[in-house]
């Protein structure tokens, strides 16, 4: 089987799949406020072109998928999807990010589609809070959060942004909600991607700081997790919570970065934080083989860019998250 390798010697084995990029809620650092530019119908890949780039992306090494937004329990084939996409030879990790607001009706059909494990996307217990960041119901996140509990997805990772000026008091809440209830716990620096996370620059804080001020009141060592990804984890000693502290800003991780992004649209995104892309929906509608596309591939992975630039270029990106996917 060929593999997708970079310039850097990193295999790509990892896909962040946005199947759509409009979203129930309206988070601040997300959507710029009164955002109207969502993608098209027409230009929005169908059902058989995800399923059949998911396909080439799996033969080229790729087995790590998980479907992204947006948010993608707003589409009404989702679980049709996710059993098409669970069933294709060679993708063997199959899970979703979700902010669970409409979770708790199709919790346990996503399991059984195979779902394997999911993040969600929490970043206050403030019912007040949670709708001034989102404007969304906190009360329905954590109904989906229980729902997928009892449906049997593990792990569930709570992903927390912290933010100095909103929500820093509660990343110890945050801690204890996660002990209690059995969740993986993520805390995540603000990025500047899109208008949104610029203007959100200001709140931006770095999880040093954060970890010292738990480790003033939970006693934090160091931990290991299957598929960690870019957290870096923790445990509370004696218990089983983990906690991972991701640090796009203060300590990039892009030296293993694993990972590209598909937007909804088609157009595979090499770095979150870059500009290097490839639009694969003309390859898809102008009659391109399956060995064209993933020469293609092949190709742009040549061109995967050594590491982001928020630090130096922090106003580069002008996509929204919404249409990466994150």
Same mark, same amino acid.
């Given at each position: 089987? &060929?593999?997708?390798?970079?310039? +850097?010697?990193? *295999?790509?084995?990892?896909?962040?799949?946005?199947?759509?990029?409009?979203?129930?809620?309206?988070?601040?650092?997300?959507? &710029?406020?009164?955002? *109207?530019? +969502?993608?098209?119908?027409?230009?929005?890949?169908?059902?058989?072109?995800?399923?059949?780039?998911?396909?080439?992306?799996?033969?080229?090494?790729?087995?790590?998928?998980?479907?992204?937004?947006?948010? &993608?329990?707003?589409?009404?084939?989702?679980?049709?999807?996710?059993?098409?996409?669970?069933?294709?030879?060679?993708?063997?990790?199959?899970?979703?990010?979700?902010?669970?607001?409409?979770?708790?009706?199709?919790?346990?059909?996503?399991?059984?589609?195979?779902?394997?494990?999911? /993040?969600?996307?929490?970043?206050?217990?403030?019912?007040?809070?949670? =709708?001034?960041?989102?404007?969304? /119901?906190?009360?329905?996140?954590?109904?989906?959060?229980?729902?997928?509990?009892?449906?049997?997805? =593990?792990?569930?990772?709570?992903?927390?942004?912290?933010? *100095?000026?909103?929500?820093?008091?509660?990343?110890?809440?945050?801690?204890? +909600?996660?002990?209690?209830?059995?969740?993986?716990?993520?805390?995540?620096?603000?990025?500047?991607?899109?208008?949104?996370?610029?203007?959100?620059?200001?709140?931006?804080?770095?999880?040093?700081?954060?970890?010292?001020?738990?480790?003033?009141?939970?006693?934090?060592?160091?931990?290991?997790?299957?598929?960690?990804?870019?957290?870096?984890? +923790?445990?509370?000693?004696?218990?089983?919570? *983990?906690?991972?502290?991701?640090?796009?800003?203060?300590? =990039?991780?892009?030296?293993?970065?694993?990972?590209?992004?598909?937007?909804?649209?088609?157009?595979?995104?090499?770095?979150?934080?870059?500009?290097?892309?490839?639009?694969?929906?003309?390859?898809?509608?102008?009659?391109?083989?399956?060995?064209?596309?993933?020469?293609?591939?092949?190709?742009?992975?040549?061109?995967? &860019?050594?590491? =982001?630039?928020?630090?130096?270029?922090?106003?580069?990106?002008?996509?929204?998250?919404?249409?990466?996917?994150?």
């Amino acid at each position: 089987m &060929p593999e997708l390798i970079d310039p +850097f010697g990193r *295999k790509v084995e990892y896909l962040r799949l946005s199947v759509t990029d409009r979203c129930d809620f309206r988070c601040f650092y997300c959507i &710029p406020k009164g955002f *109207k530019g +969502f993608t098209e119908s027409d230009n929005r890949l169908s059902m058989e072109e995800f399923v059949r780039l998911i396909r080439l992306f799996s033969e080229l090494g790729v087995d790590k998928i998980r479907l992204t937004g947006g948010e &993608p329990l707003v589409r009404s084939d989702i679980v049709d999807m996710v059993t098409r996409i669970g069933a294709l030879p060679g993708v063997e990790d199959l899970s979703m990010s979700t902010n669970a607001s409409q979770l708790a009706s199709c919790a346990k059909q996503l399991k059984d589609a195979g779902i394997s494990r999911i /993040n969600v996307s929490l970043d206050s217990l403030n019912p007040e809070l949670f =709708h001034q960041i989102t404007q969304g /119901n906190l009360d329905r996140v954590i109904a989906g959060l229980l729902a997928a509990r009892d449906a049997g997805i =593990h792990p569930i990772k709570i992903n927390m942004v912290v933010m *100095k000026d909103r929500n820093l008091g509660e990343v110890g809440d945050m801690v204890d +909600f996660c002990l209690e209830n059995r969740f993986t716990l993520r805390f995540i620096e603000t990025m500047p991607v899109g208008a949104a996370g610029q203007s959100a620059r200001d709140s931006y804080i770095s999880l040093d700081a954060v970890r010292q001020t738990l480790e003033q009141r939970f006693d934090l060592e160091p931990a290991r997790m299957k598929g960690a990804g870019p957290a870096k984890y +923790f445990k509370v000693k004696g218990k089983r919570l *983990k906690i991972g502290f991701i640090t796009p800003m203060s300590q =990039h991780f892009c030296e293993s970065c694993n990972r590209v992004r598909l937007s909804s649209e088609g157009t595979l995104y090499l770095c979150l934080g870059q500009q290097d892309k490839l639009e694969m929906r003309p390859l898809l509608r102008q009659g391109a083989t399956d060995n064209e596309i993933k020469q293609a591939v092949i190709e742009s992975i040549r061109r995967k &860019p050594e590491k =982001h630039e928020f630090n130096s270029r922090p106003d580069q990106i002008v996509r929204v998250m919404s249409m990466t996917g994150g």
